[in-house]
C-alpha cells in the first residue's frame, strides 16, 4: 500500500513538474506575442503615417490639376474672345477703309464737275470719316508730293515733268492707303512724276 502511495505521489510530483512546464511556456508565448504585437502595432503605425502622408500629397496633386485646369480653361475662353475681337476688328477696319475709298473716288469724279453742292457734302463726309480712322488708329497713306516709297506706294501711273525737283515724287493720289498702328494694312494707288527735260527750256525749269 505505501509503495501504491508512493507511485502515486511520484506521478503527482511528476505531472508538477509538467504543468510547471507548461505555464513557464505559455508565459514565455505570452511575452513572445506580446513582443510581436507590440513590433506590428509599430509598423502598423508608420505604414499608417505613410499612407496619410501619400494621401496628402495626393489631395495636393488634385488640388494643383484642378487649378491647372480651370488656368487653362480660363486661358482658352480668352484666347478665343481675343480672336473673335480681333477678326471684328479686322471686319471693322475692312469697312471703314472701303467706305474711305469710295468717297476718295467720288472726291476725284467731283474734282472735274461743276456740282459744288456735291463738293461740299463728300468734304464733310471726308471729314467725319476723318474722325472715325484716327479713332481707330488707322492713318492715310499718301499725299501729293511725297516722295514715292514702294513700301507705302503703288505707282499706276506716270507723269511726265520738267521739272527735275518733282521727279519720283507723288503727283496725285489715285486711291487712299492705310496704316494701323505702324502695319500696312492697304498701299496708297498714286500717279508719279518722272522727268523729262524739255529741249525748249533746256533744263532752266530745274
Do not use: F
Given at each position: 500500500m505505501m509503495k501504491v502511495l508512493a507511485e502515486i505521489a511520484a506521478r503527482l510530483e511528476a505531472v508538477s513538474g509538467q504543468v510547471d512546464l507548461t505555464k513557464a511556456s505559455i508565459a514565455e508565448h505570452s511575452t513572445s506575442e506580446k513582443t510581436a504585437m507590440e513590433e506590428i502595432g509599430q509598423k502598423l503605425a508608420v505604414l499608417s503615417s505613410s499612407v496619410e502622408h501619400h494621401e496628402m500629397a495626393i489631395d495636393d496633386l488634385l488640388d494643383e490639376w484642378e487649378d491647372r485646369r480651370s488656368m487653362e480653361e480660363n486661358l482658352a475662353q480668352h484666347v478665343a474672345k481675343e480672336k473673335e475681337l480681333c477678326e471684328e476688328r479686322t471686319r471693322l477696319l475692312k469697312l471703314i477703309m472701303t467706305y474711305d475709298i469710295?468717297?476718295?473716288?467720288?472726291?476725284?469724279?467731283?474734282?472735274?464737275?461743276?456740282?459744288?453742292?456735291?463738293?461740299?457734302?463728300?468734304?464733310?463726309?471726308?471729314?467725319?470719316?476723318?474722325?472715325?480712322l484716327a479713332a481707330a488708329r488707322i492713318s492715310r497713306i499718301g499725299s501729293s508730293g511725297d516722295e514715292v516709297n514702294y513700301e507705302l506706294h503703288e505707282v499706276i501711273s506716270i507723269e511726265d515733268t520738267s521739272l527735275s525737283s518733282l521727279h519720283g515724287k507723288i503727283a496725285r493720289v489715285l486711291e487712299n492707303g492705310y496704316m494701323h498702328e505702324g502695319q500696312v494694312l492697304k498701299k496708297a494707288r498714286v500717279s508719279a512724276y518722272r522727268y523729262q527735260l524739255d529741249p525748249q527750256t533746256d533744263g532752266r525749269n530745274e
Amino acid at each position: 500500500m505505501m509503495k501504491v502511495l508512493a507511485e502515486i505521489a511520484a506521478r503527482l510530483e511528476a505531472v508538477s513538474g509538467q504543468v510547471d512546464l507548461t505555464k513557464a511556456s505559455i508565459a514565455e508565448h505570452s511575452t513572445s506575442e506580446k513582443t510581436a504585437m507590440e513590433e506590428i502595432g509599430q509598423k502598423l503605425a508608420v505604414l499608417s503615417s505613410s499612407v496619410e502622408h501619400h494621401e496628402m500629397a495626393i489631395d495636393d496633386l488634385l488640388d494643383e490639376w484642378e487649378d491647372r485646369r480651370s488656368m487653362e480653361e480660363n486661358l482658352a475662353q480668352h484666347v478665343a474672345k481675343e480672336k473673335e475681337l480681333c477678326e471684328e476688328r479686322t471686319r471693322l477696319l475692312k469697312l471703314i477703309m472701303t467706305y474711305d475709298i469710295q468717297i476718295g473716288i467720288m472726291k476725284n469724279a467731283v474734282q472735274t464737275s461743276a456740282e459744288e453742292d456735291w463738293a461740299e457734302q463728300i468734304a464733310m463726309m471726308e471729314k467725319k470719316l476723318s474722325g472715325e480712322l484716327a479713332a481707330a488708329r488707322i492713318s492715310r497713306i499718301g499725299s501729293s508730293g511725297d516722295e514715292v516709297n514702294y513700301e507705302l506706294h503703288e505707282v499706276i501711273s506716270i507723269e511726265d515733268t520738267s521739272l527735275s525737283s518733282l521727279h519720283g515724287k507723288i503727283a496725285r493720289v489715285l486711291e487712299n492707303g492705310y496704316m494701323h498702328e505702324g502695319q500696312v494694312l492697304k498701299k496708297a494707288r498714286v500717279s508719279a512724276y518722272r522727268y523729262q527735260l524739255d529741249p525748249q527750256t533746256d533744263g532752266r525749269n530745274e
